[in-house]
């Protein structure tokens, strides 16, 4: 196919602030599919994140078709000053493993902010149009003001790189100096304020025009223990439009690979103890993935179904946080005489050497995927499909695919996906529609993949919490485990789920089954969830699972 018969989307010479505003139809985006790959699989779109008012949705519920993009928010260049690769190292790897869409997140400090995120943009444009089938962002990973580091990126225009510099000036916690957090600290309330503060003057720009659209999510949130709860809960009141989610799993997977980092090595390299920043209701052993996956995301009644128990919708994603690759053997360049990250905003290129280097992490798409379900290919669709909730992640390339749909019984339309809303009577019979394309080439690491089983977990849906640091939801648990060992193809899981008194919500969990046990509340709630590795031996490849975000129930009437 010629340049002059790519579609618009595909023409480099064709603009992202162009192309976006409308998009792609679904019609072109599915003639394209096949550029693509397994990239796509079909399903259903959620309806609104913010549901209309209860006497104006239909019940029911009703969503148009869908395709899936993959990506990653979270990949740093030679602009982050503790990462290694260029942006045209990161591209093509990102397109050799199959990403349609990727994050420049770089790390915020005053060498980047002075000079990199200025020449930084101009490497995203020209990667823009030398990588044309990739939608690439420019975002930032903040330093969030008496806590951990969040992904914040805006979609492609006049000023995304200027609202980004903006931003990190002004609201920066290591620029500023705003980094402590401990309870009795005279500096926290004033951090932790400035920290709100921020997400609500991004959702201001996003408001007034000023950016088309900006999104944040909180990255590796356990991994110090210092995004408390009650912050978690701060940020997306904040601007629930924007402040939409946060880092399901980390990257850093290949930290754990028996024998390559040490005896102490974890997965995720979550290798820390509490600290005096640390808020003292998380238990030690929370310090660590289970299954790959943060602790809140994979307990089961943990924080995340604490947060998606209020009825709010908190998007998980998985990432690479690709800064040096395990086994490869690029090294950083030399500085020049006089030469630093703070005068020059910049890293030297890496240099190949004929010896692995040390590193924890895997290309973007490598290893951890997140899919997008978008009905029109662009910038602002991806955007729009994570704010939605329209998302589900795998590790290891465990999945082809993966559609969700929940529907009443005496409906005959589609019903709603993940991210959506189903508004029902008490005791309606309803049906989770759970359609799997099992992997269908072997993973990089030589693997096929097989998914052993389809974990069904069910929540109420009790509104606001009192207590805004309370990290459990009591009544959230496994309801309903599917063996599907052996299965291949596509096929479809019918599940039958029943309306009770409350609303509630149900999302999906599935692993390879090769490890498993109780889950950390307990064989009652989890009985054969997530487990930990031993320190300095957790091969990723070995222990790979699926997660999916939430559909959301709203019982009415009888």
């Known amino acids: 196919m010629t340049e002059q018969q790519l579609p618009a989307w595909a023409d480099p010479s064709v603009s992202p602030s162009e192309l976006d505003p409308q998009g792609v139809s679904r019609r072109g985006l599915l003639r394209s599919a096949g550029l693509f790959g397994a990239a796509f699989a079909l399903g259903s779109a959620a309806t609104p994140t913010v ?61 980047h902010a002075s000079y990199g995120a200025a020449m930084e943009h101009k490497e995203i444009l020209k990667a823009r149009a030398e990588n044309p089938r990739q939608l690439i962002f420019q975002g930032l990973e903040w330093y969030i003001p008496a806590a951990e580091h969040c992904t914040i990126f805006a979609a492609p225009g006049p000023h995304e790189v200027d609202v980004l510099t903006q931003f990190e000036l002004a609201y920066d916690g290591k620029l500023l100096g705003y980094t402590d957090g401990a309870p009795g600290n005279p500096n926290t309330a004033r951090n932790e304020a400035h920290a709100v503060k921020a997400i609500q003057w991004l959702a201001e720009q996003r408001r007034t025009g000023y950016v088309d659209d900006v999104l944040v999510f909180a990255n590796h949130p356990m991994r110090l223990g210092i995004d408390s709860p009650h912050e978690m809960r701060n940020w997306r009141d904040a ?30 390299e979550y290798t820390n103890k509490p600290s005096v920043n640390s808020w003292a209701g998380y238990p030690e052993d929370t310090y660590v993935l289970y299954g790959g996956f943060d602790w809140m995301t ?44 703070d005068n020059t905003g910049k890293i030297p290129d890496p240099v190949n050497t004929d010896s692995p280097q040390p590193g924890g992490d895997f290309w973007p798409g490598q290893f951890s995927r997140t899919h997008v379900g978008v009905t029109r290919y662009g910038y602002r669709a991806v955007m ?26 005496r409906d005959f339309g589609p019903g709603v996906t993940l991210g959506g809303r189903l508004r029902v009577r008490k ?39 009192t207590d805004r640091d309370t990290w459990k939801a ?18 479809t899981l019918r599940i039958p789920v029943t309306a009770g008194d409350e609303s509630f919500y149900v999302r999906l969990r599935g692993s390879d089954g090769k490890r ?42 009888s």
């Open 427 to 465: 005791g309606e019979k309803l049906t989770l529609n759970v359609t799997v394309t099992t992997t269908s080439r072997p993973n990089t690491q030589g693997i096929l993949p097989q998914l052993a089983h389809v974990d069904l977990i069910r929540g109420a849906v009790r509104g606001p919490v």
């Open 298 to 341: 994979s307990t089961v009644g943990g924080m995340w179904d604490a947060m998606l128990a209020e009825g709010k919708l908190f998007t998980i994603t998985t990432n690479s946080d690709v800064h040096r690759v395990v086994f490869d053997t690029w090294k950083n360049g030399d500085w020049l005489p006089g030469q630093n990250f």
């Open 384 to 409: 729009a499909g994570l704010r939605a909730g329209r998302v589900w992640l795998d590790h290891g390339h465990l999945l082809d695919g993966l559609d969700v749909r929940l529907q009443r019984d």
């Open 239 to 268: 601007a629930p439009e924007i402040m939409i989610g946060m880092e399901g799993a980390p990257g850093a997977q290949g930290g754990g690979i028996p024998g390559w980092e040490g005896p102490t090595s974890q997965r995720g």
């Open 516 to 557: 498993n046990g109780t889950g950390y509340l307990g064989a009652a709630i989890d009985p054969h969830g997530p487990i930990p590795h031993v320190p300095g031996d957790g091969d990723p490849w070995a222990d790979t699972w699926f997660y999916s975000n939430p559909i959301f129930v709203d019982v009415v009437g």
């Open 51 to 111: 549901a209309a008012a209860a006497d104006d949705r239909p019940l029911g519920g009703g969503d148009p078709r869908l395709a899936y993009l993959v990506g990653d928010h979270h990949v740093h260049s030679v602009y982050s000053h503790d990462a290694k690769y260029t942006f045209s190292q990161l591209a093509t790897a990102a397109a050799k493993y199959g990403l349609d869409w990727m994050v420049f997140n770089e790390h915020s400090n005053f060498g």
């Open 474 to 491: 009591p009544d959230t648990k496994v309801v309903q485990t599917k063996d599907v060992s052996g299965r291949t193809g596509t096929y």
